[in-house]
């Protein structure tokens, strides 16, 4: 009976010692919690994300949260501001007729062969829709055709006849 109580007290050892680790263990991973001020299940799972080598913890602590919607916010006004910028500034840019002659033709395509729809007075002010991308040459000049509208018509001007304002 004497070596049944001695291994039974080395049992009893044994098993407080593993006890007090898990303690230990419980007692600091509540204590990293505190100090980071992040839920026990978060500090485990930066923990185990940390482990796995990804760079970025999976939690944040109030700070950053506040930091991160104090960015958004931010983000939330000037694109507001944007917006509103745009819902009250004129989609087109202004342009002038500058050519020698007394008008110039606004044409129904990006071609000298097309049809005329309107005749544009010399200085007359043009909204400036898009220049075509291709270039050609006429006149010995380099140059590109653009969109415009003119008195409620759209149509094509050569591009080097307009001045953007």
């Given at each position: 009976m004497a070596r049944r109580s001695t291994y039974g007290r080395?049992?009893?050892v044994s098993t407080s010692r593993y006890l007090w680790v898990i303690i230990l263990l419980l007692a600091a991973w509540l204590l990293w919690?505190?100090?980071?001020?992040?839920s026990p299940i978060m500090v485990i799972?930066?923990?185990?994300?940390?482990?796995?080598?990804?760079?970025?913890?999976?939690?944040?602590?109030?700070?950053?949260?506040?930091?991160s919607y104090d960015m958004l916010q931010i983000r939330k006004d000037s694109t507001e501001l944007a917006l509103q910028e745009c819902i009250t500034s004129s989609p087109y840019?202004?342009?002038?007729?500058s050519i020698e002659d007394d008008f110039v033709n606004?044409?129904?395509a990006a071609s000298l062969s097309s049809n005329i729809i309107q005749k544009i007075p010399n200085e007359a002010e043009v909204n400036i829709l898009y220049f075509d991308t291709n270039e050609y040459i006429w006149d010995g000049k380099m140059g590109k055709w653009c969109k415009v509208q003119y008195a409620d018509l759209?149509?094509?001007?050569?591009?080097?006849?307009?001045?953007?304002?």
């Open positions: 080395k049992r009893e919690s505190i100090t980071s001020q992040k799972k930066d923990v185990y994300h940390s482990v796995l080598g990804k760079d970025s913890l999976i939690s944040k602590t109030p700070k950053e949260w506040s930091k840019k202004l342009g002038k007729i606004l044409r129904d759209e149509g094509w001007v050569w591009g080097n006849y307009i001045i953007p304002q």
